[in-house]
């Protein structure tokens, strides 16, 4: 299948360095494409390994059916062939077995482009939301909790109460 992308590429690719957001959003959008292309072709070639094994059961089937029956035609012993003898002698032959695996191959593989192409979407949903976190400075290296810090915010915090407290007595004095 020609594409420009390998699923163990397009894997390691889903990983998010939320240091590097501007280079995982700039590369989404192309990548989710590249993805979503793959998923569609694969399960387009699926669906054609799937018509071409119908086709070679079909006609196995009618050219086991017509041996079965010129066997049963020439010895009078023989039974009719059942339904069940027929599918079985068309399941076991080589043109049929090899088109099966061939099929189950291209349903792995579309299967597998297609849990990629839900991820990607996923991981726009995840780059949006660590966007968000990154322009509120969820990432920043400080976290706000050193000693200065927590005493400058704690004289604001006691400020606060202080004038609360005042504007509560000041409203208790009045008659």
């Known amino acids: 299948m020609p594409n420009r992308l390998s699923i163990e590429e397009a894997e390691k690719l889903l990983l998010v360095d939320k240091n590097q957001l ?21 399960g387009a070639l699926r669906d054609s390994a799937k018509y071409e094994l119908d086709q ?20 009078a012993k023989r039974k009719k062939p059942t339904e069940a003898e027929i599918c079985n002698n068309a399941r076991l032959d080589r043109k049929v077995d090899a088109q099966q695996r061939h099929f189950a191959k291209w349903t792995r593989l579309a299967a597998q482009w297609r849990a990629l192409e839900m991820a990607f979407a996923q991981r726009a949903h995840v780059l949006r939301d660590l966007t968000n976190l990154y322009t509120s400075s ?16 704690d004289r604001v915090a006691a400020t606060g109460r202080a004038a609360v407290t005042e504007a509560r007595n000041v409203g208790k004095r009045r008659p």
């Open 22 to 42: 501007d280079d995982d959003l700039a590369m989404q959008p192309d990548t989710y494409y590249q993805v979503a292309s793959a998923s569609a072709e694969c």
């Open 56 to 75: 070679i059961t079909a006609e196995t089937d009618a050219r086991v059916r017509q041996e079965l029956q010129d066997e049963a035609d020439q010895d």
């Open 138 to 153: 969820y990432f920043q290296t400080s976290s706000g909790n050193n000693p200065a810090t927590r005493q400058a915010k």
